[in-house]
């Protein structure tokens, strides 16, 4: 190990301070920061109630759908409907 072991046990594993604190310093500064997992959503209103009131469909999948679509209600409804 590159540093001190903290700890030996009896089945030979061994803990090296140097790697926990490298460890620890990945984990808690070194981590990029998380994408927020809610996209935005990239759909006009018209479109989204056109959806869910044509499919019957709850909002938040129609807002979803056209999202995964760039916006764009022609793939939306031709996606949905080959699905």
Do not use: M, W
Not at 9 to 15: C, E, L
Not at 21 to 32: F, Q
Not at 74 to 82: E, F, G, I, P, S
């Amino acid at each position: 190990f590159n540093g001190r072991a903290l700890s030996k046990f009896h089945d030979g594993y061994s803990y090296s301070k140097a790697r926990l604190e490298a460890s620890l310093r990945e984990l808690v500064y070194d981590r990029k920061p998380v994408k927020p997992t809610k996209e935005p959503i990239n759909a006009r209103r018209e479109d989204v109630d056109i959806i869910v009131n044509e499919f019957e469909i709850p909002r938040q999948q129609a807002e979803k759908l056209l999202t995964e679509h760039g916006g764009d209600l022609d793939k939306a409804l031709r996606a949905l409907v080959n699905s």
